[in-house]
């Protein structure tokens, strides 16, 4: 597994890196084939964040916790990803085909618009998958809302989460 480590806010310790390292052995058995890992550690006034994100096949795998001490915050945040994994496995393996999703590419601005202060941006690249794929990885990524191209008419669609515990699903029309 190569793994990145990145500290935001700090310059994280060498035996956090290798506590990193340690833990995430857990999350690399259920991967046939090298995959990469992003750990951010981020500190704030009160807290550390700690953010890993996994990146196999197309598929993202993203957990992100906090904690007042940062190897609790790695230590829930590898767990929490073991249970998503387990869980999403098997549907994970019948659903989606291999390269379903590109990675992401991100920029980051700091541009301004009508005075709308845009701090990020995201190109995406939009392969075409069904519904179920596409809430299948909004959960993956802990998101609220997904954007993809749906496979049965190829239009760009929204899936999002509602409030009830359903999802919900935008469709463009000309009218």
Known sequence: ??????GRKCTPRDSFKDRAEKRLRKVEKFFPDEVEAKVT??????????????????????????AINMNDALDRCVDSLVRQIRKNKTRV???LRSGAFEAFEAIDTLESEDNYDVVR???????PQ????????????DHQFYMFRNSADEKICVVYSRKDGGYGLLVPTTD
């Open 41 to 66: 550690a981020i500190v704030e006034k009160s807290e550390q964040i700690v953010e890993v994100t996994i990146f196999h096949d197309g598929m993202i795998f993203r957990s992100q916790e906090r």
């Open 121 to 127: 941006s995201k190109e995406i690249v939009l392969k």
């Open 130 to 141: 069904s519904v179920e794929e596409a809430i299948l990885q909004m959960n993956l990524l």
């Open 93 to 95: 393996e019948k659903k």
């Open 1 to 6: 597994m190569k793994i990145t480590v990145i």
